[in-house]
């Protein structure tokens, strides 16, 4: 692997073995944990997916009629 200069930040760039392990596309978030001294892992990032079951799971229905008035909810 080789470490880069990216702007004012560095920029990892992973071997296509683990790009294809982890079916990565372009704009993909990925979280890398440190496990060693001198190893991480490379995981995909599941925090969003995570967030938004947990959002879904609270959803109620909304009651019979009811409409969304930007008019209304913007007045103060």
Do not use: Q
Request: charged content about 35%.
């Amino acid at each position: 692997m080789r470490v880069s200069k990216w702007g004012n930040s560095l920029a990892l760039r992973l071997p296509s073995g683990v790009v294809e392990a982890l079916d990565l596309k372009e704009g993909d978030e990925i979280e890398i944990t440190v496990v060693g001294e001198r190893r991480f892992a490379v995981a995909r990032d599941t925090s969003r997916k995570e967030a938004l079951s947990r959002l879904r799971a609270l959803r109620r229905p909304l009651p019979h009629g009811w409409r969304f008035d930007r008019d209304e909810a913007n007045s103060r």
